[in-house]
């Protein structure tokens, strides 16, 4: 009987996702929002089956695995902005800067205030750095068009989402070793450096730059009509191309995060404004809505069955402070000299959505080396519960507020709107 209590589950859960959009749109009130409330409210129906993440380890993290590549996916086919230094300055001061300083405070925040082993603290900086590509939709760019300049908000956001899943791995491993070394540093450093920090992220951009481009050559100017897939324009090749890239990347021991972001960008790179792309997205996005809901509902019940069990008030305070302080400070020093205004640099540094790359995170750390499980998990589903709930209210309205203002500007100074209020408009 409970089987089929988890088919109607997850079927409700599925229509739930494609209808609740269309209901929402322009309410304070997100979809990640609704599904963690009805996961919650599910939590505590008696009689269902736990749902527990540290029993149910491995599916845990491979459940989690899945939404976060397909999420990057996505956010890549997105971007209409070509790479480059200049173009892309935001996105790299977000991950030369906050990054690391997320999870240098994150983890002295943990270790000095929550009590956490050097280790543990160090793993918990880690999980909560990114950004997150899954659940930050409502801030991040909306679809592949025929511009090339989205507006710095959205940009930043969904470039910083997508290249930061695969950045924070390094910290992971830094994690795993300290735990492993019982927190001391050694000879084992250099090693960490060089293997994981360096030569991983290389092998993923290598991957992902070798099969984008090898895959957009084939889809698009192939010369047998049968392999130019962009004509039949199906959506499941993006699914494809995800899996190919980040199972290839993980066999030659690089980061597969990053490979499906840099084979995402490079793949919309070989026809930039072919109307494939669309269609890819579509569906990548409606694969990564049906798969959130499912995350969430379980996230939501685990919450109100026992996941905050180990959670202390100080531990509590780690969470708050990384969603309303640390996050903000860093992400506003970290723009610092960039093109984007005062106010957008506010909403940029603001909206650091933590979500489904934090349960992963936690989750393959969890499984590769001795940490004080309930308390890690506890936090990690506090702070992903709270950045749905403070960015799921506010994104609606804050968004919109910038593009009345974009809007606004260009009535002032041009006389006129421009044909799209988000494009190349600073605040």
């Known amino acids: 009987m409970t089987i089929f209590v988890v088919f109607v589950l997850a079927g409700a859960s599925a229509l739930l996702a494609a209808v609740l959009p269309r209901l929402l749109s322009g309410v304070p009130f997100s979809l990640p929002?609704?599904?963690?409330?009805?996961?919650?409210?599910?939590?505590?129906?008696p009689g269902l089956p736990s749902v527990d993440p540290v029993e149910h380890e491995a599916v845990t993290e491979h459940l989690t695995e899945v939404v976060v590549i397909i999420s990057l996916m996505g956010a890549g086919l997105a971007i209409d902005r070509p790479v480059g230094w200049r173009r892309w300055r935001t996105t790299w001061q977000l991950l030369a800067v906050a990054m690391p300083l997320t999870i240098a405070l994150v983890a002295l925040t943990g270790s000095l205030l929550g009590g956490l082993p050097v280790a543990a603290a160090?793993?918990?900086?880690?999980?909560?750095?990114?950004?997150?590509?899954?659940?930050?939709?409502?801030?991040?760019?909306?679809?592949?068009?025929?511009?090339?300049?989205?507006?710095?908000v959205r940009f930043a956001l969904t470039s910083e989402a997508g290249l930061n899943d695969g950045a924070a791995f390094p910290g992971v491993y830094l994690a795993i070793a300290l735990a492993a070394h019982a927190g001391a540093l050694g000879g084992w450093?250099?090693?960490?450096?060089?293997?994981?920090?360096?030569?991983?992220?290389?092998?993923g951009v290598v991957v992902g730059l070798a099969l984008g481009w090898a895959l957009g050559?084939?889809?698009?100017?192939?010369?047998a009509d049968a392999l130019r897939l962009s004509q039949q324009v199906e959506g499941f090749t993006a699914l494809a191309v995800t899996f190919l890239a980040y199972g290839a990347a993980q066999l030659l021991h690089g980061y597969g995060f990053v490979a499906v972001f840099v084979?995402?960008?490079?793949?919309?790179?070989?026809?930039?404004?072919?109307?494939?792309?669309?269609?890819?997205?579509?569906?990548?996005?409606?694969?990564?809505?049906?798969?959130?809901?499912?995350?969430?509902?379980?996230?939501?019940?685990?919450?109100?069955?026992g996941l905050l069990a180990g959670l202390t008030w100080q531990l509590a305070l780690v969470a708050v402070?990384?969603?309303?302080?640390?996050?903000?400070?860093?992400?506003?020093?970290?723009?610092?000299?960039?093109?984007?205004?005062?106010?957008e640099r506010v909403v940029i540094a603001f909206f650091g959505?933590?979500?489904?790359?934090?349960?992963?995170?936690?989750?393959?750390?969890?499984?590769?080396?001795?940490?004080?499980?309930?308390?890690?998990?506890?936090?990690?589903?506090?702070?992903?519960?709270?950045?749905?709930?403070?960015?799921?209210?506010?994104?609606?309205?804050?968004?919109?507020?910038?593009?009345?203002?974009?809007?606004?500007?260009?009535?002032?100074v041009h006389g006129r709107a421009p044909q799209d209020p988000a494009v190349d408009v600073h605040l």
Not at 33 to 45: E, H, R, T, W
Not at 279 to 303: D, N, P, S
Not at 363 to 386: D, I, N, R
């Open 189 to 203: 450093l250099w090693g960490w450096a060089l293997s994981d920090l360096l030569v991983r992220l290389v092998v």
């Open 321 to 343: 402070l990384l969603v309303l302080l640390v996050r903000p400070l860093v992400g506003l020093l970290s723009t610092w000299g960039t093109a984007a205004g005062w106010r």
């Open 263 to 305: 084979a995402a960008c490079t793949l919309r790179a070989v026809e930039r404004s072919h109307g494939a792309h669309k269609v890819a997205h579509a569906f990548v996005e409606q694969t990564e809505r049906m798969l959130t809901a499912w995350v969430l509902l379980l996230l939501g019940a685990a919450l109100t069955d």
């Open 122 to 152: 160090v793993l918990l900086g880690a999980a909560l750095a990114p950004t997150d590509p899954v659940l930050a939709g409502d801030v991040q760019v909306a679809e592949p068009s025929e511009e090339t300049d989205e507006d710095e």
């Open 353 to 412: 959505v933590r979500g489904i790359g934090s349960l992963y995170y936690l989750s393959y750390g969890l499984s590769h080396g001795q940490f004080p499980v309930e308390e890690l998990w506890g936090v990690v589903g506090l702070a992903v519960a709270l950045s749905v709930v403070v960015h799921g209210t506010t994104a609606t309205p804050v968004i919109s507020w910038l593009d009345r203002r974009r809007t606004q500007h260009a009535h002032r």
């Open 217 to 223: 050559r084939v889809f698009f100017h192939a010369s």
């Open 33 to 45: 929002m609704a599904f963690l409330a009805l996961g919650a409210l599910i939590g505590l129906v």
